[in-house]
């Protein structure tokens, strides 16, 4: 079950071209391509005559030409042209899911299509801004439900186990949790004072000795995470903190696209405040990321695996506030979503 009026990423915009391909979203299989004008077509891949996928097609005149009789459909969906006495069916039609193109990605509306407000795709502040580097990577498969990579973006503590050669210092296993929640979902945060950084940041940082840190993990409505690092001179940190003008801030943005039940799409890219445009360093934060973000790979599909084999009841920590309410909240916006659907399926 999944929460459908909402924008998820269905690509990156480099992966999609002039060549006709399914995608999955939501366990519905999607025919994607470009139109001679460069924009975005999403039409769901089934032919309504005999169920042939659009995407075994051809591309014609901007619209798809089914590879089976014919049967021609415009960007919209609606079909122009028949085999045999040309009569187009009143039936003959495919959904066209509303996309839009931001940040270097593809979003897609997997419910309402007069519902969609592109208005309300994730805000990223500093996505343009030229003092700020970006470094991306490949988007991920993850053979595990979306919500299992959503527990973990709300989970600032897996890093002392997880993550021991990236993310990890002595106070992650340790320093409390808060749990604040937002309109879009919620943040879990704290702030360590006075260590020794972690090591993938000791080697980014621009100052030496030990550090205050903010571990900034927050999840919004469906499955998007911003997880934000501030590291910044030990003394200068904390709630009531200063900053210094050394203070280094990466803010990561993870997409969860879930693709089945118990499979997800993962996209990620990470902006910083420091030297934007080091190709090295951009190079080496990527790598480094897709290291860690391959060790969460193999936890999480792992997890799935002992959840859909388990034999016992499962054991909730204090640790799990924020995924839980997370969790609870989203459970509600489905199920709203859901009875409204049924109340106006009944009129
Ligand atoms: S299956 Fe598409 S036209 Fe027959
Ligand atoms: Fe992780």
Redesign the pocket.
């Known amino acids: 079950m999944f929460l459908k009026n909402a924008w998820y990423v269905a690509a990156w915009s480099s992966e999609v071209d002039r060549d006709l391909q399914q995608i999955l979203v939501l366990g519905e299989k999607i025919c994607m391509y470009r139109s001679s004008d460069n924009e975005v077509v999403a039409l769901e891949d089934a032919?309504?005559?005999?169920?042939?996928p659009?995407s075994k097609?051809r591309i014609k005149n901007d619209g798809i030409e089914?590879?089976?009789?014919?049967?021609t459909f415009n960007g919209q969906g609606n079909c122009i042209w028949a085999?045999g006495d040309g009569n187009i069916p009143p039936k003959a039609k495919v959904h066209a899911y509303p996309v839009h193109e931001k940040y270097d990605l593809i979003w897609i509306w997997m419910g309402n299509p007069e519902l969609a407000d592109t208005s309300t795709i994730i805000d990223i502040p500093n996505f343009n801004n030229p003092e700020w580097g970006v470094n991306q990577g490949k988007a991920m498969e993850l053979n595990c439900n979306y919500l299992l990579m959503c527990d973990n973006l709300l989970d600032p503590t897996h890093v002392a186990w997880v993550h021991q050669s990236s993310f990890a210092q002595s106070a992650t296993k340790s320093a409390a949790l808060n749990v604040t929640q937002t309109d879009e979902g919620y943040i879990v945060h704290r702030w360590m004072m006075d260590a020794e950084p972690a090591p993938f940041y000791k080697k980014i940082v621009e100052f030496e000795g030990n550090c205050d840190r903010l571990q900034h993990y927050e999840v919004r409505y469906p499955a998007h995470a911003l997880i934000r690092a501030v590291f910044t001179p030990a003394g200068t940190g904390g709630v009531d903190g200063t900053l210094d003008e050394k203070t280094f801030v990466m803010d990561s943005y993870n997409f969860m696209t879930p693709t089945t039940e118990t499979q997800t799409r993962y996209y990620w890219f990470q902006l910083r405040n420091i030297r934007p445009d080091d190709q090295a360093l951009s190079k080496m934060m990527s790598e480094d990321v897709q290291h860690a973000f391959e060790e969460d790979r193999v936890i999480l599909n792992a997890v799935q695996q002992g959840l859909t084999e388990k034999k016992t009841a499962t054991i909730d920590l204090s640790i799990d506030s924020g995924q839980l309410r997370f969790r609870r909240q989203l459970s509600k916006k489905i199920e709203a979503e859901r009875e409204l659907e049924n109340s106006q399926e009944a009129h």
């Open positions: 032919c309504p005559h005999r169920k042939l659009l097609g089914c590879g089976y009789h014919g049967l085999p």
